[in-house]
């Protein structure tokens, strides 16, 4: 076969990595510490078996975008549904990215916002954030100035970091930003508010959300925005026909239907989060606020790798998040069960004594 280059862009690119280990306790990755209610897997499995499978699934997925329309008090049409949020990104810049355009981040923050710009050809602007990961809004108003992005991306709370961006912050880089701000709200529902409060119609503003973390369905890969209809519009244009198969579309209407089981179990999150934070503060590492599902953390007489390393030999895997800009020796546990946390602690206590 001849040689196909890429292109030379995308040659230079490295991918996306979450390495995978075999441990006995993995809190690598954000995923919910249980899965879901029985209840959504009878269901599912009931509905599943009135599928016509020689039939193409619904191609505006109605059931579930008035399902979601009515879980956040918007219309249908202010609803995009796509393969997880990740696949949400990437359909917004193919339709408003690409060639001679830029987006805008703010570092550090979720790797795939720029990883997936660049992908489809759009140009990355960096910007940094403040000692303490907050926003500097001065630092903003300059990159967004020269820069001029067709889309800002902000992340609330911020992954790897777990902080929570203010509403005021939100409507000010709003005022400022010269084209489309994205809130990515992947861990949103742990926060204590969102920025679904602002979109409406005449604000170039979307929040992307997914159904990985409190819905305990990252194996299904489903997220989806909420954003004016107009915007909508556009990336129906955008996606590919029939994106969404007929098991998705059911699995996420059938999730929405357990929501007070699903509430519970972000309220039950929360509080482990508050105890596994508490129980930190006692150790010889340096702990940054979370209002997410994991808890970033620096070791303040070891190096990170090694503390990694020795979690690892104690079967506990942690995301090492020395990779990410101004965060050597950093790392980042995800919320487990009372249990997985437990083992976290004992073995996070051994490694630093």
């Known amino acids: 076969m001849a040689q196909v280059d890429p292109r030379a862009d995308v040659a ?50 109605r059931a579930l975008r008035t399902a979601l329309a009515a879980q956040h008090g918007v219309d249908p049409a202010q609803v995009f549904v796509a393969n997880g949020s990740n696949e949400v990104l990437q359909t917004l810049c193919l339709t408003y990215g690409g060639a001679g355009r830029r987006v805008a981040t703010f570092e550090p923050t979720y790797a795939l916002h720029s990883h997936i710009a660049r992908i489809t050809g759009t140009e990355v602007v960096e910007g940094e954030r403040n000692d303490d990961f907050t926003l500097d809004l001065d630092t903003v108003a300059k990159v967004l100035a020269d820069a001029d992005p067709v889309i800002t991306f902000l992340c609330s709370p911020n992954n790897p970091t777990g902080m929570v961006e203010p509403e005021d912050t939100i409507r000010q880089v709003l005022a400022m930003a010269p084209g489309l701000v994205v809130v990515d709200e992947a861990y949103g529902q742990f926060a204590p508010w969102s920025a679904l409060e602002l979109v409406d119609d005449d604000t170039p503003l979307v929040v992307t959300r997914t159904y990985s973390k409190t819905w305990a369905m990252a194996a299904a890969r489903l997220g989806y925005l909420v954003g004016p209809r107009c915007l909508v519009d556009e990336l129906d244009k955008v996606v590919l026909p029939y994106h969404l198969d007929a098991m998705k579309q059911i699995a996420g209407t059938v999730a929405l239907e357990l929501h007070d089981e699903m509430e519970a179990r972000v309220a039950a999150i929360v509080e482990e989060r508050g105890r596994l934070v508490a129980a930190l503060t006692d150790l010889p590492v340096d702990v940054f606020p979370s ?24 079967s506990v895997l942690v995301r090492n998040c020395a990779s990410w800009p101004r965060l050597d020796d950093c790392l980042r546990v995800t919320i487990g069960t009372r249990g997985e946390d437990d083992r976290f602690l004992d073995a996070l206590k051994e490694v630093l004594a």
């Open 12 to 61: 230079l690119m490295a991918g996306y990595h979450s390495p995978q280990l075999d441990v006995d306790v993995r809190l690598n990755t954000n995923e919910a510490p249980g899965p879901p209610p029985a209840a959504f897997t009878e269901r599912l499995a009931a509905r599943l078996a009135e599928v016509d499978w020689h039939r193409y699934p619904d191609r505006s997925y």
């Open 291 to 314: 209002g997410a599902n994991f808890v970033l953390f620096r070791p303040r007489a070891r190096a990170g790798a090694d503390v990694w390393q020795g979690l690892v030999d104690r």
